[in-house]
């Protein structure tokens, strides 16, 4: 089988991405539509260019485990790695991730985060395309009273979605 493309939209590289800004978490899943594997995700995706259009060297495994279970992805970039525990489910016409660190990406460290890491992806044709939620935009949503988090302070802060 031929790897699938992947385009990484927001400065993300397979078991990298959770060095990204201000990531946004949730400790429960969210309760979108949909299954909770897409199987278009399932294979082996080559990563192609990050958000500047910079060449890339990576890949990325999708593994389906079940109907009722969440996929395994499995990111390799150079000489690191990362296995992640991927849910997937629809907000109207967006899909929406939810990922888990399963095994450590920076060569034994303990990298959980003590809930899951929320995006988007799209895919169209051969070209998968995923970001993070935007860190700043849901502290402006935080900050109006729209939703509730708490968050730690900082760039490379997290905020963890509560009871939205």
């Given at each position: 089988?031929t790897?699938m ?11 990298s ?6 990531l ?15 199987d ?7 990563s ?18 079940g ?10 970039e ?5 296995v992640y ?8 016409t ?11 990406a ?37 900050a109006r009273?729209v ?18």
């Amino acid at each position: 089988m031929t790897p699938m493309r992947l385009c990484l939209v927001a400065a993300l590289c397979c078991s990298s991405f959770l060095v990204t800004g201000c990531l946004v978490l949730t400790r429960e899943l969210p309760a979108g539509t949909g299954p909770i594997s897409d199987d278009r995700l399932v294979g082996e995706w080559q990563s192609l260019e990050d958000c500047e259009g910079k060449d890339v060297i990576g890949y990325m495994h999708v593994q389906k485990l079940g109907s009722d279970r969440p996929m395994r992805v499995v990111g390799v970039e150079d000489t690191t790695y990362g296995v992640y525990e991927v849910y997937t489910t629809r907000f109207g016409t967006r899909n929406i991730f939810a990922a888990t660190v399963i095994a450590p990406a920076s060569g034994g460290e303990d990298d959980s985060l003590g809930g899951y890491i929320l995006g988007l992806y799209e895919i169209k044709r051969d070209v998968l395309s995923y970001r993070m939620f935007d860190g700043e935009k849901v502290r402006e949503f935080v900050a109006r009273g729209v939703i509730t988090a708490t968050s730690t302070p900082g760039r490379f802060g997290t905020t963890t979605l509560t009871g939205t």
